[in-house]
């Protein structure tokens, strides 16, 4: 059974910055894709960032280009995701996820699907004031 678990989250003005960290336990090499997702109120949950095993391999939605950084640190089962240049429309809960790469498609494009992904973590807030 894998778990996620986030941290990081709080409260920032806009133009600040924070680090998500995502700690996977019992987790399996067939889960080589993890993602970022968030959930604004009232709106649906949207992907942010995708990474897969292997260099090279990230996806990002267009809003967060250039802001936001996914990474992983195999070696930790760690998920980062740096976020700069915070903006109010960034405030929503963060989540990660996993899945096996293999369901998301040719080239992953099927990254933003969150059907497709079958662990998640609880969430995180993150608040972004102006």
């Known amino acids: 059974q894998v778990q996620l678990q986030e941290s990081g989250g709080g409260s920032v003005q806009a133009g600040g910055s924070l680090r998500l960290s995502c700690a996977a336990s019992g987790y399996s090499a067939s889960r080589d894709c993890m993602a970022w997702f968030r959930q604004a109120p009232g709106k649906e949950r949207e992907g942010v960032a995708h990474i897969a095993t292997g260099p090279g391999s990230t996806y990002y939605r267009d809003s967060v280009k250039g802001r936001f950084t996914i990474s992983r640190d195999n070696a930790k089962s760690t998920l980062y995701l740096q976020m700069n240049v915070l903006k109010p429309e960034d405030t929503a809960i963060y989540y990660c996820?996993?899945?096996?790469?293999?369901?998301?498609?040719?080239?992953?494009?099927?990254?933003?699907?969150?059907?497709?992904?079958?662990?998640w973590g609880q969430g995180t807030q993150v608040t972004v004031s102006s």
């Open positions: 996820a996993t899945t096996a790469c293999s369901r998301l498609g040719q080239f992953r494009l099927l990254w933003t699907d969150l059907f497709r992904y079958d662990y």
